[in-house]
């Protein structure tokens, strides 16, 4: 755990570093590749901060290696595979598909994959329109925006939802022809939870079979789930009181045996973490002269569910 002197010891090096020369323009022009091959380790830094994820990470570096090695080939002239990065995720609420998804766009931008590495995400709403020949036109422009980056679908299976008669299926269709037209200029994404996903991909096998990735995103621990609040506490410059860290364990334990099912995973701790925040702010409201331990400290009866009231037990 941080301790309260350590970060203000943090605050004041920080505070010390905005002091520092700026670096000399030229060293910084010496070449856009090192900063690039930078750039590229920093999201790689971002990536193996996610606490557990290990699978994730390990397909993540599969899917770099390989399109490396395949443009390294096509540039010798060796027999190369051309590089197809759609990408099936699977995985409940909460556990890390879209940040994820963020990353892998803008590091296949810096290997120099994608143009620009951004992403755009979607869901049924966005692409599906009410009108004959709308939903064409509406997803062309999303894919249109995602050029150079990745399409996020999420809740993907949502577009096969009316069956054969639906419009979905019309946006499904104009996807697979613009992965056709326009191959390698971006990354399509569908993600979704693991059974409606599954069945999804049973019934669309010629959309299936244009995905050559799956990536799995299992819940997390209580453990894993315990450091998140933590790292979460830690960004945001708050710690926990031991009182507080024995409440957050319980609460976690409780939220899930309460509804398994729709537990969403660190999106449940990230509302937890902000729900905390303001119920010590309104502790400390109105207090006269309120320390930097004070401010910083997050005590027991801080320690808040979302919409769910944290009951005692003792
Ligand atoms: N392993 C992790 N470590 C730290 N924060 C995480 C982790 N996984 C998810 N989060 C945070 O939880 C929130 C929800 O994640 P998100 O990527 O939106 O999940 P999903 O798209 O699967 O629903 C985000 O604020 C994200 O930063
Ligand atoms: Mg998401």
């Keep these: 755990m941080v301790s309260p002197t350590v970060l203000r010891k943090k605050r004041f090096a920080r505070i010390e570093r905005k002091t520092e020369p700026e670096p000399n323009p030229e060293s910084r022009n010496s070449g856009n590749r090192s900063s690039s091959e930078e750039r590229l380790q920093a999201l790689q830094e971002e990536l193996d901060a996610l606490i557990g994820l290990q699978s994730v990470k390990s397909t993540i570096r599969e899917i770099q290696a390989y399109a490396q090695i395949q443009r390294k080939r096509s540039a010798l002239q060796l027999t190369s595979q051309p590089i197809v990065l759609h990408t099936i995720f699977i995985g409940n609420p909460g556990t890390a598909k879209t940040t994820v998804a963020r990353l892998l766009s803008k590091m296949l931008a810096e290997m120099g994959i994608l143009e620009k590495g951004h992403t755009v995400e979607v869901e049924r709403a966005d692409l599906v329109a009410e009108y ?4 064409a036109h509406r997803t062309r422009e999303a894919i249109k925006k995602a050029m150079g980056g990745l399409l996020f679908v999420d809740e993907a299976y949502s577009l096969a939802r009316g069956g054969e008669r639906d419009f979905g299926k019309e946006a499904i269709d104009t996807l697979v022809k613009a992965m056709e037209d326009h191959r390698g200029q971006f990354v399509v994404v569908l993600a979704g939870y693991p059974e409606p996903m599954q069945a999804f991909l049973r019934t669309n096998p010629g959309l299936h079979s244009r995905f050559p990735l799956m990536i799995e995103f299992p819940d997390y621990t209580d453990v894993e789930l315990f450091k ?9 410059q708050y710690v926990l009181s031991k009182g507080a860290r024995r409440r957050l364990a319980d609460l976690i334990r ?8 729709t537990f969403g995973n660190a999106r449940t701790i990230r509302n937890i973490v902000e729900k905390t925040i303001r119920m010590q702010a309104v502790r400390l409201m109105g207090k006269a002269n309120v320390s930097v ?10 320690v808040q569910g979302e919409s769910v009231r944290y009951r005692s037990y003792w």
């Design 293 to 302: 331990d004070e401010l910083i400290t997050i005590l027991e009866q801080d």
């Design 132 to 135: 004959i020949g709308q939903t």
């Design 228 to 236: 998140i609040a933590e790292s979460m506490f830690g960004q945001r």
């Design 254 to 261: 409780q939220m899930r045996s309460r509804d398994p099912i």
